[in-house]
């Protein structure tokens, strides 16, 4: 990429730059420092991963004792486990990893798209810190996207870096490719896709399959390698997908994906459209190593376009969301940078133009996204709730507590906070969030959970204050409890206590004040 030989241009990159960085690092410090979630999932991976350490499977079956089996992939929890390993159970623990992947993502593909120019650098971390901010805060929460962006930026040094090496080279570049990409996959089911593009430029640009094979091959040996591990039983994991296959596709919720995932189609276009018509002089001579790079190039936007296509689509179903296509963030800010470098010097301009109105655009988009994030930042009463329960589990030290839900999805909110208790080693047998989507699918609760009841498998149930008991309706609008459930726990359980934020309701048998 040609420099920027305007002053002020300069400058305005360099303020820009340092402006979103500082801002976008400390939006990730409020929110590793609040004792609380905004999303419902986090608490689902952050209680899991916490039980991993004691050797609790992740995809049980749903006709087992345990029923917080997760469609997402066994990485994410493994990696989330090594936190809680280091630092301990805690809400900031449970944010580790989303946040540092977040900060290495935009790390990476600065430092990939930079080549040997800092402003080359700066306006590909631009780029991703402003889709970053589109999303927020999907950028940086404990559930796969930040991880799979660190992992796609990462993908892109690699692969940058070996555009420089000899072409005798590529062998281990090829294998850690692979590995990032079946890493990926260990984080989604689909994660190879955001590799597509990486491995088909890789191997055209050395002109053979082999790397695919290799590519392929040790990336499928990550990919299994979890499965080794009984905690990670594979029958339970692929049990999920037949079941996801059968959610309604949303012309609403494809819309919305879309309309956000303008900033992620673009540029792609505008790169192939420059590589096709407006590119530089003399690249496109066949038999070339320039007309290689240029067909390379091509698949590479085009295998893009491909797969942030196929992630709306996958966007377009209950559960999902636009931030589907977050991961090629890193890919699309590396489009930006090689776009004004391949363009002809008449249109070289425009192309930084594009770029720069792209960002702008983004930045103003993104504006109400981070008004609703502080807004949804309420401290005193994330504090309230976790004092709440640390005093309910200090009263009744004695007893196993899980936590249930009531009837509104505001008192869910309250619930959420489940991982106080996991943390201060209660059980956790089942997972209303997970059971929101499962009752949606026609799975039914196992029998053994409503016998568990009269069993007094848990001593103590809390539900959110005033309340009726395990009446929800889901996020998805369907019934998630059947009467049998319910009647089960009203037969076997008392109302004992109503603290501020929970109705402390009591098993007949195990006797109420837990001394």
Same mark, same amino acid.
């Given at each position: 990429?040609?420099?920027?030989?305007?002053?002020?241009?300069?400058?305005?990159?360099?303020?820009?730059?340092?402006?979103?960085?500082?801002?976008?690092?400390?939006?990730?410090?409020?929110?590793?420092?609040?004792?609380?979630?905004?999303?419902?999932?986090?608490?689902?991976?952050?209680?899991?991963?916490?039980?991993?350490?004691?050797?609790?499977?992740?995809?049980?079956?749903?006709?087992?004792?345990?029923?917080?089996?997760?469609?997402?992939?066994?990485?994410?929890?493994?990696?989330?486990?090594?936190?809680?390993?280091?630092?301990?159970?805690?809400?900031?623990?449970?944010?580790?990893?989303?946040?540092?992947?977040?900060?290495?993502?935009?790390?990476?593909?600065?430092?990939?798209?930079?080549?040997?120019?800092?402003?080359?650098?700066?306006?590909?971390?631009?780029?991703?810190?402003?889709?970053?901010?589109?999303?927020?805060?999907?950028?940086?929460?404990?559930?796969?996207?930040?991880?799979?962006?660190?992992?796609?930026?990462?993908?892109?040094?690699?692969?940058?870096?070996?555009?420089?090496?000899?072409?005798?080279?590529?062998?281990?570049?090829?294998?850690?490719?692979?590995?990032?990409?079946?890493?990926?996959?260990?984080?989604?089911?689909?994660?190879?896709?955001?590799?597509?593009?990486?491995?088909?430029? =890789?191997?055209?640009?050395?002109?053979?399959?082999?790397?695919?094979?290799?590519?392929?091959?040790?990336?499928?040996?990550?990919?299994?390698?979890?499965?080794? =591990?009984?905690?990670?039983?594979?029958?339970?994991?692929?049990?999920?997908?037949?079941?996801?296959?059968?959610?309604?596709?949303?012309?609403?919720?494809?819309?919305?994906?879309?309309?956000?995932?303008?900033?992620?189609?673009?540029?792609?276009?505008?790169?192939?459209?420059?590589?096709?018509?407006?590119?530089?002089?003399?690249?496109?001579?066949?038999?070339?190593?320039?007309?290689?790079?240029?067909?390379?190039?091509?698949?590479?936007?085009?295998?893009?376009?491909?797969?942030?296509?196929?992630?709306?689509?996958?966007?377009?179903?209950?559960?999902?969301?636009?931030?589907?296509?977050?991961?090629?963030?890193?890919?699309?800010?590396?489009?930006?940078?090689?776009?004004?470098?391949?363009?002809?010097?008449?249109?070289?301009?425009?192309?930084?133009?594009?770029?720069?109105?792209?960002?702008?655009?983004?930045?103003?988009?993104?504006?109400?996204?981070?008004?609703?994030?502080?807004?949804?930042?309420?401290?005193?009463?994330?504090?309230?709730?976790?004092?709440?329960?640390?005093?309910?589990?200090?009263?009744?030290?004695?007893?196993?507590?899980?936590?249930?839900?009531?009837?509104?999805?505001?008192?869910?909110?309250?619930?959420?906070?489940?991982?106080?208790?996991?943390?201060?080693?209660?059980?956790?047998?089942?997972?209303?969030?997970?059971?929101?989507?499962?009752?949606?699918?026609?799975?039914?609760?196992?029998?053994?959970?409503?016998?568990?009841?009269?069993?007094?498998?848990?001593?103590?149930?809390?539900?959110?204050?005033?309340?009726?008991?395990?009446?929800?309706?889901?996020?998805?609008?369907?019934?998630?409890?059947?009467?049998?459930?319910?009647?089960?726990?009203?037969?076997?359980?008392?109302?004992?206590?109503?603290?501020?934020?929970?109705?402390?309701?009591?098993?007949?048998?195990?006797?109420?004040?837990?001394?």
């Amino acid at each position: 990429m040609p420099e920027i030989r305007s002053p002020i241009l300069r400058s305005l990159l360099i303020v820009l730059f340092t402006t979103l960085a500082g801002y976008y690092l400390s939006v990730m410090v409020i929110y590793g420092s609040y004792p609380g979630y905004l999303d419902h999932g986090e608490p689902v991976i952050a209680a899991a991963a916490w039980k991993l350490l004691d050797g609790q499977p992740v995809y049980p079956p749903f006709d087992g004792p345990l029923f917080t089996s997760n469609a997402y992939g066994p990485v994410l929890f493994a990696l989330n486990a090594i936190s809680f390993a280091i630092f301990g159970g805690s809400v900031a623990a449970s944010k580790i990893v989303g946040l540092f992947s977040a900060s290495i993502a935009v790390l990476l593909t600065g430092f990939a798209v930079a080549r040997g120019s800092i402003l080359r650098g700066m306006a590909g971390a631009t780029f991703m810190i402003a889709m970053a901010l589109l999303y927020t805060p999907n950028s940086f929460w404990n559930r796969p996207e930040s991880l799979l962006c660190a992992l796609v930026a990462a993908g892109l040094f690699v692969f940058c870096r070996s555009e420089s090496r000899d072409a005798g080279r590529w062998l281990a570049d090829a294998f850690l490719l692979g590995i990032l990409g079946g890493l990926a996959t260990g984080l989604k089911i689909y994660g190879a896709i955001f590799f597509i593009p990486l491995g088909l430029a =890789f191997a055209i640009s050395r002109r053979s399959l082999v790397p695919i094979f290799v590519m392929a091959s040790s990336g499928l040996a990550i990919v299994l390698l979890p499965f080794a =591990f009984s905690v990670f039983p594979l029958s339970g994991y692929l049990s999920w997908f037949e079941l996801v296959s059968e959610k309604p596709f949303s012309g609403e919720m494809f819309t919305r994906a879309v309309r956000y995932g303008i900033f992620f189609i673009l540029p792609p276009f505008a790169y192939i459209l420059v590589l096709t018509n407006f590119a530089a002089e003399n690249e496109a001579e066949p038999h070339s190593d320039k007309w290689v790079t240029k067909y390379c190039s091509v698949v590479y936007g085009v295998s893009c376009l491909i797969g942030i296509a196929a992630c709306m689509y996958l966007a377009a179903r209950p559960g999902a969301g636009g931030y589907y296509s977050l991961p090629f963030a890193p890919l699309i800010s590396d489009m930006i940078v090689r776009g004004t470098e391949c363009a002809a010097k008449r249109v070289r301009r425009y192309f930084i133009y594009f770029g720069g109105a792209l960002i702008v655009a983004a930045l103003i988009v993104s504006v109400p996204i981070q008004k609703r994030f502080h807004r949804a930042i309420q401290w005193n009463h994330a504090e309230a709730i976790q004092s709440d329960l640390e005093e309910i589990v200090q009263k009744y030290s004695t007893k196993s507590i899980q936590m249930g839900v009531g009837e509104s999805i505001v008192g869910y909110k309250n619930a959420i906070y489940k991982t106080v208790l996991v943390f201060a080693g209660h059980p956790y047998t089942i997972d209303f969030g997970i059971m929101m989507e499962t009752s949606m699918m026609g799975i039914p609760v196992p029998q053994h959970f409503i016998d568990g009841f009269a069993r007094c498998d848990t001593d103590i149930w809390l539900i959110p204050v005033g309340e009726f008991p395990f009446s929800i309706e889901g996020y998805y609008y369907n019934r998630v409890f059947d009467v049998m459930f319910r009647k089960a726990f009203l037969n076997a359980y008392d109302l004992i206590e109503s603290t501020k934020f929970f109705d402390v309701w009591s098993c007949f048998e195990s006797g109420g004040d837990g001394r």
